[in-house]
């Protein structure tokens, strides 16, 4: 008689396993970002930075492009600051030309107030050596003057002549007389402070 009573709970048994065994359930469907999306970001990413890149590059040669400029300003106002004046013969009066060029030196020295130049007269072979002195002080004063008149301080500028001790052309031509009779310039101070 416990033959039925067996049956029902070998049968009772087996449902039972078989409700709790069996598959385990499906894993849960991903939710990050898809392979597309994360390409999408790594491309924006590599725009974003190579657009930082660009940007970064082009303020470097616009800094570049501004210190090459300011560089080649003060060459030429250093180079106009040297540049010589030529007088007639036996005259310590200026050209129209000189004063010219002594006006852009004038222009120069005003916005560069730590710039000292010492002026050295020149003169060319004919003459005494005394008169030549004399003469090449002239010329030295006269342009110190004239810096003068333009309101820079005298005491910005030093004189000295050479007389004919030192002519930049050799010979006795007027050629060469015309490159001696001159006035030069020389940067003694502020050099480095030059404000073109």
């Known amino acids: 008689m416990n033959h039925p009573r067996f049956i029902f709970t070998a049968l009772a048994a087996t449902l039972v396993l078989a409700a709790c065994g069996g598959d385990p359930p499906p894993p849960p469907e991903p939710t990050g970002p898809t392979a597309e999306e994360l390409e999408r970001a790594r491309l924006d990413s590599i725009a ?27 060459r030429e106002a250093r180079a106009t600051l040297e540049e010589m004046v030529f007088f007639d013969y036996d005259e310590s009066s200026l050209r129209p030309e000189a004063e010219q ?74 050629t060469a007389w015309a490159r001696n009779r001159r006035g030069e310039f020389v940067i003694t101070a502020g050099a480095n402070e030059i404000n073109p």
């Open 48 to 74: 974003a930075e190579q657009e930082r890149l660009a940007r970064e590059r082009a303020i470097a040669d616009s800094i570049a492009r501004a210190e090459a400029a300011r560089e080649a300003e003060l």
């Open 101 to 174: 060029l002594l006006r852009r030196k004038a222009e120069i020295l005003r916005a560069s107030p730590a710039v000292q130049i010492r002026i050295e007269g020149h003169a060319d072979e004919r003459g005494s050596t005394e008169y030549n002195i004399a003469l090449g002080n002239a010329r030295a004063e006269t342009v110190r003057q004239f810096f003068v008149s333009f309101g820079l301080s005298a005491n910005r500028f030093a004189i000295t002549s050479y007389g004919e001790e030192r002519p930049i052309a050799q010979g006795s031509s007027e």
